[in-house]
């Protein structure tokens, strides 16, 4: 079993600054690529960020130069630094992993935590 886990969510104003943290747990063997979407009600999921296992990242035009993704292989956890933030990005903001399970098979496999709330007031 693989949990993934977000914290940090919160209400901020507009023009401010909230971090996101995820953490993934269980049975891993290995985290490969690991990342943020968010849905806002009334709307379809959507990416925000994404970063591999090497580093490399990822970002919706409507974030880029504002959130900052970052991990840490060795603790398996994902972050997101949200800077200067506008009422639309409103959402539940949902960490995702993809696992390689330690139980022998080497499938990969793609978790998700239950989201945190961000709340941008204007």
């Known amino acids: 079993q693989v949990q993934v886990v977000e914290s940090g969510g919160g209400l901020v104003l507009a023009g401010g600054s909230l971090r996101l943290s995820c953490v993934a747990s269980?049975?891993?063997?290995?985290?490969?690529?690991m990342g943020w979407y968010r849905q806002a009600p009334g709307k379809q999921r959507e990416l925000v960020a994404t970063i591999s296992r090497g580093g490399t990242s990822t970002y919706a035009d409507s974030v880029k130069g504002r959130f900052t993704i970052n991990r840490n292989n060795a603790e398996n956890t994902v972050s997101l630094q949200m800077d200067m933030v506008k009422p639309e990005d409103t959402a539940v903001y949902l960490c995702?992993?993809?696992?390689?399970?330690?139980?022998?098979?080497?499938?990969?496999?793609?978790?998700w935590g239950k989201g945190a709330l961000v709340t941008v007031s204007s």
């Open positions: 995702n992993a993809v696992v390689v399970s330690n139980d022998g098979s080497l499938r990969a496999m793609t978790y």
């Open positions: 269980g049975s891993i063997f290995r985290v490969n690529d």
